[in-house]
């Protein structure tokens, strides 16, 4: 039997579903009528969305936890070439940048190793990552060309989603509809180029509106890491009625991509080798989406928002074996002719709703909010063994389906004791089922296996507006991340896993007085349990691995300076992210000592940034920081190099000075240009089959025309 690739089986049930909720709205036939309606001036409507935040005025003052917003404009600013880079600037984020536009996520988040995924990932309220319960969660990034924000929530308000919240939770918000049309166009080092349109339209009463947003990229690559990416997002909105108004968004993303697992030696990172150590690795990958919200105010206190949602997520990873003994002679790998295909197709469907209305309890002033979801997830794992002269089909040597379904509950309340005191308590109930068969087994072999958990997390937090311009907040929570199918059903075998557990606390302080805001926190996560995965390159065997603890400190300000200038800065600092106990190997030896630091959690992470504006010229100077990190659990010091796995050694500390501008020549036209690692600053940023080198020195320039 042969088989190309698991993406090729999809039936495109999310392209489907586009087509009939598009049909149900009836949009073509909407916007005739809407031409026969009145003539009036359209007032701008946004499309109903769930944001983690809020964007009422004071929302972020209700969260009793650290809250990150990212805007619109400072998004503008820094011309960020992927989220990736955009998220290193908030405070507790880590990334481990594997290639310049990020099409592998890797975000840590106060001391959890970017390595690894703790953190839930949204995109305007839906879950984005393929595999939240079934697998790896980092095979698909949402392109930043689409954004018009980022939110990122901590502290006991991000029970309100789930699962992997034990480090909090990240939404990226899609730009909404504007009228008219606009062309951006940016290019720049390494042969990149880049056309986005965003069209847009509003019916003369104002109750309806349409967008789309599209891009096209192309680039030869840092390293010859070449790739190739387009992007579409289609969206309109319909208000029904004075109070209920629905939206649609429809999304299809794919990206070819010259990457692979495989890194240089370190005599060509020495060397600054420019070469791409594995050139006929590929990383195809993709997503195609279909998001419906509704929202209903049902009184002035009272409001019901749910949204339906449902993917399909491609990863086909095409790549060469290597000869060892080759590579180790020439100091650089060497591919043989066999090929495998690791390829994985994730499915998945949910819907997400949530009541929230305000009231009076005990004669306090109360916000309550309820929420139901259901989602079912599922994974094909497919390998297929092929050879260089018949590339991309073969023989399947592996042929694997992981599937979960969860329903959560959970129940929030906010009640104002006093004017200036608040407290909000939560609880939310998981329960997911796993499943795995293998398609490769015969019935007398035993096919599928199952497992079934139920989690229980309490929260609560408390806010404090002791003066005008301070107010204090604080949070203690119980958060998880399940153990993810092929961990939990290894062997076809329920491994008896407990779900990663942590209990969460959280101190903090922030405010301002017009020209100064600020905020701190300090932060404790203390785990019961991580779990130690087969694959890791920990030597650990599965098993529920044990405590962990995780604290720290993150401060960031901004201050207005005068004449045009402004000072933004932040900084973390996390001198606890280590194992609590010893480790075992199966045979009983100690792997890793009582205190060993976590992988992937530098102790220091800092940004500083000065922005000026004269006129109609923006332009700022920002400078990163990432302190240095172990890459094994092992805590090795020196870089070794592994030439049947993963190196391991510790990566120095390195640091990143970027310039942007930004001008705008009139309405229509706005120019802009962005130079990043200024001091081309040569620096690691990750170790895996080789070393991972970070983007040397690179220019972009580019226009904004608005027609």
């Not at 790739?227 to 070819?256: A, C, N, P, R, W």
Request: proline residues 3%.
């Amino acid at each position: 039997m042969q088989r190309r690739s698991t993406a090729r089986r999809f039936v495109r049930k999310p392209l489907a579903l586009a087509l009939a909720s598009a049909a149900l709205l009836g949009v073509p036939a909407l916007f005739m009528q809407a031409q026969a309606q009145s003539a009036s001036a359209a007032t701008e409507r946004e499309l109903p969305a769930i944001y983690v935040i809020g964007k009422d005025q004071g929302a972020a003052l209700r969260q009793p936890g650290a809250v990150a917003l990212v805007g619109i404009e400072e998004l503008q600013l820094r011309q960020p070439r992927s989220t990736e880079e955009m998220l290193r600037t908030v405070p507790g984020v880590t990334v481990k940048p594997e290639e310049e536009s990020a099409i592998v996520a890797n975000i840590g988040m106060r001391g959890l190793s970017s390595a690894d995924y703790k953190t839930l990932i949204l995109e305007d309220g839906v879950p984005v990552a393929p595999g939240l319960f079934v697998g790896n969660g980092r095979y698909y990034n949402p392109r930043v060309q689409h954004m018009e924000g980022i939110e990122v929530l901590k502290g006991a308000a991000s029970l309100r989603y789930g699962p992997s919240t034990i480090g909090g939770v990240i939404n990226y918000i899609s730009r909404q509809p504007a009228d008219g049309v606009q062309l951006s166009v940016r290019g720049g080092s390494f042969n990149t180029r880049e056309a986005s349109v965003e069209a847009g339209a509003t019916s003369r009463s104002g109750d309806a509106v349409f967008g789309i947003f599209a891009t096209r990229e192309k680039s030869d690559g840092f390293m010859d890491k070449g790739h190739e990416m387009s992007d579409i997002i289609f969206k309109t909105g319909l208000q029904i009625s004075d109070s209920q108004s629905i939206s649609l968004k429809v999304s299809d993303y794919k990206s070819d991509a010259n990457i692979s697992y495989y890194g240089v030696f370190l005599n060509e990172y020495r060397a600054e080798s420019r070469d791409n150590p594995a050139p006929d690795d590929w990383l195809l990958s993709g997503r195609r989406a279909v998001d419906l919200n509704h929202e209903w105010r049902i009184s002035a206190t009272l409001r019901l928002n749910t949204l339906v949602y449902s993917s399909e997520t491609w990863r086909d990873y095409w790549r060469f074996g290597t000869n060892a003994v080759a590579s180790g002679a020439a100091r650089s790998w060497v591919q043989t002719d066999s090929l495998n295909g690791n390829n994985r197709a994730f499915e998945r469907t949910g819907a997400d709703s949530r009541l929230q209305w305000e009231h009076s309890l005990f004669g306090l002033q109360s916000e309550s909010e309820l929420g139901l979801r259901y989602m079912t997830e599922a994974m094909d794992d497919m390998t297929i063994a092929a050879v260089r002269a018949t590339p991309r089909t073969g023989a399947i040597s592996r042929d694997v389906r992981d599937a979960a379904d969860s329903v959560a509950l959970y129940a929030q309340n906010r009640l104002q004791l006093t004017e200036t005191v608040a407290v909000t308590a939560g609880l939310r109930i998981e329960n997911y089922e796993q499943s795995r068969k293998d398609r490769r087994r015969t019935p007398a072999q035993g096919t599928s296996a199952g497992s079934e958990n139920t989690e229980y997390l309490p929260g609560l937090g408390l806010t404090w507006q002791t003066a005008p311009g301070l107010q204090l907040f604080a949070s203690v929570y119980k958060a998880f991340s399940p153990a993810l199918n092929a961990d939990a059903l290894d062997a076809l075998t329920d491994q008896e896993l407990d779900a990663e557990r942590s209990v969460n606390m959280e101190l903090g302080l922030r405010g301002g007085d017009g020209r100064l805001s600020y905020e701190m926190a300090a932060f404790r996560m203390d785990f019961d349990n991580q779990i130690i995965p087969a694959n890791s390159n920990s030597q650990f065997q599965r098993t529920n691995g044990g405590a962990t603890l995780h604290q720290g400190l993150e401060f960031g300000a901004g201050l207005e300076l005068g004449g045009g200038f402004s000072l933004d800065g932040n900084a973390t600092w996390i001198p606890d992210a280590e194992f609590a106990g010893n480790r075992y190997s199966a045979t009983g030896a100690i792997t890793t000592p009582d205190g060993n630091r976590i992988t992937y959690t530098p102790e220091w992470t800092a940004n500083l940034s000065l922005s000026h504006q004269m006129g109609r010229l923006r332009s700022s100077v920002n400078l990163h920081h990432t302190g240095e990190q172990f890459t094994d659990v092992q805590n090795t010091v020196t870089i070794r190099e592994n030439l049947s796995g993963f190196f391991t050694g510790r990566i120095d500390s390195y640091t990143l000075l970027d310039l942007n501008a930004v001008y705008e020549v009139n309405g229509a036209l706005t120019l802009s240009a962005s130079l990043k690692n200024l001091t081309d600053r040569s620096h690691i940023t990750s170790l895996r089959q080789g070393i991972y080198v970070g983007t040397e020195r690179a220019v972009n320039a580019g226009f904004v025309y608005k027609f």
